[in-house]
């Protein structure tokens, strides 16, 4: 069965912090990792996805991310974080043989104070 | 610009009674999805499709039908209302890889 876990439900840094969001998957096959971001009121939008090569992988508005299979984790950061960061962050895992079906982790709410 | 709409955005309805939420995509994406989303369960799969004329049972199909009758539109459709359907409906489309897009959401009231 995949899992995702997001283990922090809220996390709060001031405006120009960097900030990881963090993200753990179970899975034993080959998989799909992606992150999205859902500001207040609106639908989730898709940040960056990985599914082989570079396990660094740049997203939109300065996110990346970094795959580690030893760690089965696929953790965000940004280096310097804008008020317009402020949102509820998901992590996703996909099958790689069964691609339709996305598991969303619960997400994390980024609150980032001027 | 490509996009995933949804009509309408806000809905009350009586329990019992009928709704159908729409959904459109100008991506020209095969799969198509639809999901609640409730404070403490996030995002929860109703039903999604593989193209015109499929629907498929996702992991919470109970009370809810689909229909797909083109590669742009998808509606659920929820014959009876009950106050647990009171939720966000969020459509999607996508080619898979974990790579979806996401409409704006329907906020659906059923009292």
């Known amino acids: 069965t995949q899992t995702v876990s997001q283990s922090d439900a809220h996390v709060t840094v001031f405006e120009g912090d960097s900030v990881e969001l963090r993200c753990n998957y179970s899975?034993?096959?080959?998989?799909?990792l992606s992150w999205y971001i859902q500001h207040h009121g609106r639908g989730l939008q898709f940040l960056l996805k990985?599914?082989?090569?570079?396990?660094v992988v740049q997203g939109v508005n300065g996110f990346k991310a970094e795959f580690s299979k030893s760690d089965s984790s696929f953790h965000l950061r940004k280096a310097s974080v804008h008020w317009s960061d402020s949102a509820v962050y998901f992590c996703?895992?996909?099958?790689?043989?069964?691609?339709?079906?996305?598991?969303f982790g619960k997400g994390t709410h980024l609150h980032v104070l001027p | 610009e490509a996009a995933v709409t949804q009509s309408p955005r806000n809905k009350v309805a009586v329990t019992g009674g009928k709704v159908t939420l729409s959904c459109n995509q100008t991506?020209?994406?095969?799969?198509m999805y639809w999901y609640r989303q409730d404070t403490g369960h996030g995002l929860r799969l109703i039903h999604y499709?593989?193209?015109?004329?499929?629907?498929e049972k996702g992991d919470i199909p109970d009370g809810y039908k689909a229909s797909r009758p083109s590669q742009e539109n998808f509606s659920l459709i929820l014959e009876l209302a009950t106050p647990s359907q009171t939720s966000v409906y969020f459509c999607?489309?996508?080619?898979?890889?974990?790579?979806?897009?996401f409409g704006p959401g329907t906020r659906l009231t059923v009292l």
């Open positions: 991506n020209n994406h095969n799969n």
């Open positions: 899975y034993g096959g080959s998989i799909y």
């Open positions: 499709s593989y193209g015109a004329g499929s629907t």
């Open positions: 996703a895992v996909s099958d790689v043989t069964n691609a339709y079906k996305v598991i």
């Open positions: 999607a489309s996508g080619e898979g890889g974990a790579e979806q897009y």
């Open positions: 990985y599914y082989s090569g570079n396990p």
